[in-house]
């Protein structure tokens, strides 16, 4: 696709429509962390495995940006997008009705896989913007996918509480039929490119090979969110204990404090226009760490455990939108597919850092999830640092 043409494709209502349609479809993979302790209640398990949910459908999702989203260079997006929502509606309704916890577990996991939407259209959109605005662009659908994530949040601890976790699933599969229509309004995407399954599959292992700043941004994407997903993977259940003593309502409401992250969103993506990726995605990691470091006094002080939200939510967002903005730039045929092997590492790496979350949580309570967030978060600002001292180290020592 020509990025000139592109350009005079997209419009301001397209992009509404886009962020809208990430924000429904990320939305079914953050139903259940409000809802972890009634769902470990109901089947009579303890909330370190119900943490298993949260795990389960992150490795789901992983699998479904691995074997559907690379699909999108060839197809059409909003085809391909019709088909994982009405998957992801049956699976949702899968988990409303499952008898036990293993087949709850089998059913989040196919939740994940299906909820791919907003990663098929994200790519699609950018290579509809002017390289000058990508970052923009990006950072207003990353905005959407705020919303779903803090909608999802809220709703689902209300609706837990009143009515209980069944009836958050049937609802969230009703969501998708609204998906659904809006995703039928979608601009058609042109330039697309005529690859068989098993090539589009290799050349993801070219791209991890002779990228090397995809390699760079999939590893600070996956330790940073990591640590993100460590943390809400586990708050409701230390929520619970005292001297809080919260139920899902409370918790869910908690998700509100990403308010300020969503507002700020297309602000970030225009700081990445200006200052470069790499600036924004080595800062946000010092937020993240900064984050942690206020967990453990937010054990029994709210307002430090409020500003460790806030802070967590910015880093981990302006690390998003920068390393997003910067994959897309390197190859215009193949965004689909730099998009997959970046979200795949971010959500292998969200579903390592909720059973390590929920591991540190259940050793150390709140200091043990510090712990854990506060070395992931490290981990990926040294990887930054490191690759970029590297990259100028090369670059003094070749030959004029």
């Known amino acids: 696709m020509n990025p000139s043409q592109s350009a005079r494709v997209i419009t301001q209502r397209e992009i509404f429509l ?51 989203v690379p699909l999108a260079d060839g197809v059409q997006p909003r085809k391909l997008a019709s088909l994982v929502i009405i998957a992801n509606a049956a699976a949702l309704m899968s988990c409303a009705i499952a008898p036990t916890f293993a087949l709850l577990g089998a059913a989040s996991f196919l939740v994940g896989a299906t909820a791919v939407t907003g990663q098929i259209i994200i790519p699609a959109a950018s290579g509809m913007a002017p390289p000058a605005s990508r970052g923009k662009v990006v950072g207003t659908l990353l905005g959407g996918l705020s919303t779903g994530v803090l909608l999802a949040r809220t709703l689902s601890g209300l609706i837990g509480a009143h009515f209980g976790w069944r009836w958050m699933f049937g609802l969230a599969s009703g969501v998708d039929l609204v998906l659904l229509a809006v995703v039928s309004r979608l601009p058609a995407s042109s330039g697309l490119t005529a690859i068989r399954y098993r090539e589009l599959m290799h050349s993801l292992v070219a791209l991890i090979r002779e990228e090397r700043l995809l390699r760079i941004s999939a590893a600070m994407g996956c330790l940073t969110f990591a640590a993100f997903s460590a943390f809400w993977a586990t708050l409701a259940a230390l929520l619970a204990r005292p001297p809080y003593e919260f139920g899902a309502a409370t918790v869910g409401a908690f998700g509100l404090v990403g308010l300020l992250g969503l507002v700020l969103s297309p602000r970030m993506g225009e700081l990445v226009d200006r200052t470069g990726a790499r600036t924004v995605a080595s800062v946000s990691t010092v937020l993240v760490i900064l984050s942690f470091a206020l967990v453990t006094p937010g054990a029994r002080n709210l307002s430090c455990l409020l500003a460790s939200m806030v802070l967590l939510d910015l880093g981990n967002r302006a690390g998003f939108v920068a390393n997003l903005a910067r994959i897309y730039g390197l190859r215009l045929d193949a965004r689909s597919r730099l998009n997959t092997v970046f979200m795949v590492s971010y959500f292998l790496g969200g579903a390592a850092g909720a059973a390590l979350g929920g591991y540190g949580a259940n050793q150390g309570g709140w200091r043990g999830l510090a712990i854990v967030g506060v070395v992931l978060s490290a981990m990926a600002l040294a990887v930054g640092l490191l690759a970029y001292t590297r990259a100028n180290s090369e670059y003094a020592n070749r030959p004029a």
Do not use: D, E, R
């Not at 479809?25 to 370190?48: C, E, K, N, R």
């Open 18 to 68: 886009m962020a809208l349609c990430c924000a429904l479809a990320v939305s079914a993979i953050y139903y259940h962390q409000p809802l972890l302790p009634l769902i470990a209640a109901t089947f009579g398990v303890t909330p370190t495995h119900g943490n298993l949910i949260a795990t389960v459908t992150q490795l789901g999702y992983a699998a479904g940006l691995l074997l559907f």
